[in-house]
C-alpha cells in the first residue's frame, strides 16, 4: 500500500440515512470491515471507544430541502437519533 490507498475488498460501503438532533438527515456511506469483529453496522455504532461517526459522500436535508452535500463528514454518535441502513443499489 504504497500509494496510500487500501487494498480492494478490505472496506465493504454500506449505505446508512442518520438523523441528527435538529432534524437534519445525513444520508452517506459507512466503511465497514469485510472480515473480523465490526462487520456489522450494529457492532460499530456500539463500540464505546468511539465518539464519531466517519461518512462519505455525505447529503445533508432537513424537511426535505437539500442543504449540502460534502464529500466526507464526521458525526458526533451523541447527536444520533437513530440510524437506518439503506438498500444497496446495484451498479
Not at 29 to 52: H, Q
Request: a positive charge.
Amino acid at each position: 500500500m504504497a500509494n496510500g490507498k487500501m487494498a480492494d475488498g478490505v472496506f465493504k460501503k454500506i449505505p446508512v440515512e442518520v438523523e441528527i438532533i435538529g432534524g437534519r438527515i445525513v444520508e452517506g456511506v459507512i466503511n465497514l470491515p469485510t472480515a473480523g469483529y465490526k462487520t456489522r453496522l450494529s457492532d460499530y455504532i456500539n463500540d464505546t471507544t468511539k465518539s464519531f461517526i466517519p461518512m462519505a459522500n455525505a447529503i445533508i436535508s432537513k424537511n426535505g430541502r437539500l442543504e449540502k452535500k460534502y464529500r466526507s463528514v464526521i458525526i458526533n454518535k451523541s447527536a444520533i437519533i437513530h440510524i437506518v441502513e439503506l438498500e444497496q443499489k446495484e451498479d
